[in-house]
């Protein structure tokens, strides 16, 4: 149990593009949804924190213009890097959490901007 | 915010050995996790363990909440089992969000 998935696994985008990142909770219902990004060699730092049905929380530093969160369901959270350029080539990650305080990861989505 | 410290940053073991893993935090905290990032980049769940001790083949983890720190343990260890280990807590409610420590990199040889 306790499953998230993301859409897709890897993406190559040119510069000046929107992308979208999608994260699922397969087999359980998430009210709060996190997007995380990880540099090379680096930790994972929260972007974002989203509640089913409302406005995303973004952490100081993030750009909630270039990068917008919607939790349209308690099963799916989408994040989109709007007019991407290459500084935002990361690895992209998504988590879950249902009604407890463990978090469940998704496998995470590799962006290139050339 | 709350801070998070692992040590040590970088590991190497010979296959068989054991190792101790540490996470000092700053301030009190509701959620612990341990995870293993795999070289693809997943996050796997070791353990949710915000206090006492837990034990789950090989790995066991015990967090001394009164003094703020978490130690994972790897006994017997197996090549399969490096990749980078996190600590990451959480000092809100439920759904609240969590803060990474920098990682250590375990390197187990053959």
């Known amino acids: 149990g306790a499953v998230v998935s993301q859409h897709p696994s890897r993406v190559i985008c040119k510069s000046g593009t929107s992308v979208k990142i999608e994260c699922r909770s397969l087999?359980?219902?998430?009210?709060?949804m996190f997007w995380y990004r990880q540099f090379p060699k680096q930790s994972l730092m929260l972007m974002a924190t989203s509640n089913e049905g409302s406005k995303a929380t973004y952490e100081q530093g993030v750009e909630k213009d270039k990068f917008l969160i919607n939790h349209a369901s308690l099963t799916l959270s989408t994040l989109t890097v709007t007019s991407a350029h290459p500084e935002d080539s990361s690895f992209y990650i998504c988590s879950a959490n249902g009604q407890g305080y463990e978090q469940y990861f998704g496998p995470g989505t590799r962006l290139t901007v050339t | 915010g709350i801070q998070v410290e692992q040590s040590p940053p970088d590991l190497i073991l010979q296959e068989g050995a054991n190792s101790t893993l540490r996470c000092n935090f700053s301030?009190?905290?509701?959620?612990l996790q341990w995870f293993h990032q795999n070289p693809w980049g997943q996050l796997i769940n070791l353990f949710y363990i915000p206090s006492g001790t837990k034990q789950n083949g090989r790995l066991s983890a015990t967090t001394v909440a009164t003094e703020r720190y978490s130690l994972l343990y790897i006994s017997s260890s197996q090549t399969t089992d490096s990749g980078v280990y996190f600590c990451?807590?959480?000092?809100?409610?439920?759904?609240?969000?969590?803060?990474f420590g920098k990682g250590i990199t375990l390197s187990v040889r053959p």
């Open positions: 087999d359980f219902q998430a009210t709060t």
């Open positions: 990451a807590v959480g000092a809100g409610g439920a759904n609240s969000k969590l803060t």
């Open positions: 301030d009190s905290v509701n959620n």
